[in-house]
């Protein structure tokens, strides 16, 4: 199926809310994200326009992209953050280079397997790599060491393991395990 794959708007904070929320119900949320739904739905309509606004287009510290069906209906979602080596750390290790952070990937169960999460990394990354100096070197994120099914999508799309582990917040006997991308080296 085709998507238009594009970065939110400032003013799409209830659609961004809605995906959100539905991608906290998720059977796997709790390998997902750091959030629970019931923490999420209670959060005032503030949060929601603040959180939106800072992930919408032509911002340059973090990119929310949706997949739109046809119907306008948006089926999934990825963020990325951008790091810094002077930046405060949001989760995992402090970035010792400049890099990306992909965060919230969601895509409703009846887009999975036909393009949406593919096109959405397309996006992202992509992203990643146009941004101003200092250039990005590489685009990371992380995944619950059980999440078996996003684990192997990571690597079909060509991340591979840092061989960096964190403990998961709450449960220091779980591991979040650090996949990456390097910048091409453009042979000239």
Known sequence: M????????????????????????????????????DVAVARPDAFWRERTEGAAEGGTGARQFVAEALDGRWVGTISVLVERPADEVRFGEPAKIDQTHIVGVYVRPEARGDGATEALFRAGVEWSWSLPEPEIQRVRLYVHEANARARAFYRRFGFVESGETVPMPGDEMTREVEYEIRRPVLSS
């Open 2 to 37: 085709d998507y238009l794959i594009r970065a939110i708007r400032a003013d799409e904070w209830e659609r961004a809310r809605e995906i959100r929320l539905a991608a906290l119900q998720d059977p796997v949320a709790h390998l997902a994200f750091l959030e629970t739904y």
